[in-house]
């Protein structure tokens, strides 16, 4: 580990040994995001970048996600409340702090119980398709 300046340089790239910028930087705010309900009891509002899909999940009690796989890799992260969660052929209770990884493909689903809802960050690479059709519409 090569430390300047108190972090790891290794790490943190000097900006005059960086690449050249794909696209100019973005501010952005998930309640200026744009709001989707693929499914009753859920809201989603997705952020897209060009490599990378990010989507803030709102989820009520008793709400579901039908079982189903895509090709792109996710990661779910639980902020609040907790979810049923049913990974290949494993079912789990995930709460706030948890995280779940999905390979491409794998088989997974669940929803919320009738005592809690959830708020989700749900993270796409590449970014889900379906998602990026319906931003790109809106």
Not at 132 to 137: F, G, Q, V
Request: proline share 9%.
């Amino acid at each position: 580990m090569s430390q300047d300046n108190g972090y790891d340089t290794s790490y943190f790239v000097p900006t005059d040994d960086a690449g050249t910028p794909t696209e100019p930087g973005r501010w952005l705010s998930w309640a200026d995001a744009k709001e989707f309900s693929p499914v009753i009891g859920a809201v989603m509002r997705p952020i897209l970048g060009k490599n990378l899909l990010v989507n803030y999940i709102t989820v009520e009690p008793n709400s579901p996600s039908p079982p189903h796989a895509h090709e792109e890799e996710q990661i779910t992260i639980v902020l609040e409340g907790e979810m049923i969660f049913t990974l290949g052929e494993e079912t789990r209770v995930i709460k706030a702090g948890e995280v779940v990884y999905i390979p491409s493909w794998v088989n997974h689903g669940g929803g919320t119980g009738p005592d809690s809802g959830a708020v989700c960050i749900d993270v796409f690479n590449p970014p889900r398709e379906q998602l990026r059709a319906l931003i790109e519409e809106g």
